[in-house]
């Protein structure tokens, strides 16, 4: 778990600059016992922005469209 924080952190450095991204997250990997990254983006121009992988941890993107506060 101690790896996949700092790929979190290492990952949201890296896209502070990219228009779209709403929040990234650490959740289960494709394989039992293993984690990936999960980045919701506002739409598919962000989401080209978004690296397949991270420090060796797959990265997924969901196109949630727009956040905003109640």
Request: charged content about 20%; proline content about 3%.
């Amino acid at each position: 778990m101690d790896r996949a924080i700092a790929a979190q952190s290492e990952l949201a450095n890296a896209l502070s600059s990219v228009r779209g991204v709403n929040g990234i997250g650490v959740g289960a990997g494709r394989e039992p016992g293993t984690y990936a990254l999960y980045v919701a983006v506002s739409d598919k121009r962000a989401a080209k922005s978004i690296p397949d992988s991270c420090s060796g941890l797959d990265v997924v993107v969901d196109v949630v469209g727009r956040v905003s506060h109640l």
